[in-house]
């Protein structure tokens, strides 16, 4: 009885410290989602957890559910080369430290709405992504991306994203291209 007090009393303190927990996507009941629900979910996921750059462990295995098994490998040799790179240049700012990767802009995203499909297969969809972001007291910027998605089995994944944004520094090309010039 005292040890299950003292679990809930832990876990209700953890969550104290959460910011708005936004429920995961459940892997063994994926075939209903479709692939425009998934990458919602995906995006209001992004909307509620604050980071730049490459995604950490504990954010990338949040994220895991919604992604293709190559995307998230290419995320986690990303993660594997930005540590080696920490230790080898103590002095240098390594690849993918900050800025939004999954999206066209480095300051990220505050509204994300899914669209219909462009593109369709049987096994992948292209996804247009409409896409903003306000600072306070400034003009919202608007663009829209592409998020490839991949049937895997029964479930949607993200296997890439394309970035649309037009202006002089968005990033050209995809989020795979992206992690694949780090080897370069």
Request: aromatic share 10%; hydrophobic share 40%.
């Amino acid at each position: 009885m005292k040890f299950s007090v003292i679990i809930t009393a832990i876990l209700l303190l953890l969550l104290m410290g959460c910011k708005h927990v936004v429920p995961s996507l459940p892997v063994s009941h994926c075939e209903v989602f479709s692939a425009r629900e998934v990458a919602q979910q995906f995006y209001n996921l992004r909307l509620n957890v604050d980071d730049g750059g490459l995604p950490d462990e504990q954010q990338l295995q949040m994220y895991r559910p919604y992604f293709s098994a190559a995307l998230y490998h290419a995320l986690q040799q990303a993660q594997k080369e930005q540590w080696a790179n920490r230790v080898a240049y103590p002095d240098d700012k390594p690849d993918f430290i900050d800025g939004d990767l999954f999206s066209s802009l480095f300051e990220g995203i505050s509204q994300a709405q899914v669209q219909e499909a462009l593109t369709k297969t049987s096994y992948t969809l292209i996804l247009p992504v409409r896409l903003s972001y306000q600072q306070k007291g400034s003009e919202a910027a608007h663009w829209q991306d592409s998020v490839v998605m991949l049937k895997s089995g029964q479930c949607w994944k993200i296997d890439d994203i394309h970035y649309g944004g037009n202006w002089d520094f968005a990033p050209r090309g995809s989020l795979r291209a992206l992690l694949a010039k780090r080897d370069d």
